[in-house]
């Protein structure tokens, strides 16, 4: 059963903040919420995590509603090789390292 | 420079001959992977080590073996390869926490194979 539901696809200009939405509404207390992304076939690539606060690294933001039913990933100034399939993933620890990525969301940046 | 490495990147061979999809890391990490990625099936888990000598199945692993004898490598055997088995190839690797929290983890850049 999928745990999230996302877009299939999205697109952003260049520059332009890109936010990509990732419903979750039947995650428990325990479950941290990831997201990769996969660049047009290549290997999945880490981008951020989260369990109820919001998060940032040098990639991207990770804004977690306060219900945390929902999550928003933030590409602050999107750029064309952020051109990509962006998953949401949600996991509590202990549950193996397997990732479900599911259908994730295809993001096109256009100039 | 931190990487998981796969060889080869592309293959092309026939239905039942043997072959292996090597993967190598070396960033010391315990817990290694395979995933294949189908047209609408998403990434799927076919095997994984917790560490050398310990390996166990995913969710898709009719068809595969594995070997974890060392700890950097990880190679994926196709015994008798079938064209249900032409797919995008995926090697995985992350530490194994000891106390509860998050690490993530480091893809290879892939191995395309197509079995006619």
């Known amino acids: 059963d999928a745990k999230t539901t996302q877009p299939p696809s999205m697109d952003c200009a260049e520059g332009r903040a890109a936010n990509l939405p990732c419903n979750h509404s039947?995650?428990?207390?325990?479950?941290?919420v990831y997201w990769y992304r996969q660049i047009h076939s290549q290997g999945p690539q880490y981008i951020i995590h989260g369990l109820k606060n919001n998060e940032t690294n040098e990639m991207a933001s990770l804004i977690i509603t306060e219900d945390r039913k929902s999550s928003t990933l933030i590409l602050p100034h999107a750029t064309l090789r952020d051109t990509a399939v962006y998953y949401c993933i949600v996991r509590a620890p202990g549950e193996g390292y397997a990732l479900n990525f599911g259908k994730g969301t295809s993001l096109l940046v256009t100039p | 420079e931190a990487q998981v490495t796969q060889n080869p990147r592309y293959l092309i061979t026939v239905t039942g001959k043997k072959l292996t999809v090597t993967c190598s890391q070396n960033m010391n990490h315990e817990y290694m992977s395979w995933y294949r990625q189908d047209p609408g099936l998403g990434l799927r888990q076919i095997y994984y080590?917790?560490?050398?000598?310990?390996?166990d199945k995913g969710d898709v692993p009719e068809g595969y073996k594995v070997s974890r004898k060392e700890k950097r490598n990880f190679p994926l055997i196709l015994e008798s390869p079938s064209p249900n088995q032409t797919s995008l190839y995926f090697c995985?690797?992350?530490?194994?926490?000891?106390?509860?929290?998050?690490?993530?983890?480091?893809f290879g850049p892939g191995t395309r194979l197509t079995v006619l």
């Open positions: 080590s917790m560490n050398v000598e310990v390996t």
């Open positions: 995985a690797s992350s530490l194994v926490l000891t106390a509860p929290g998050y690490n993530e983890q480091f």
């Open positions: 039947t995650i428990s207390g325990n479950e941290y």
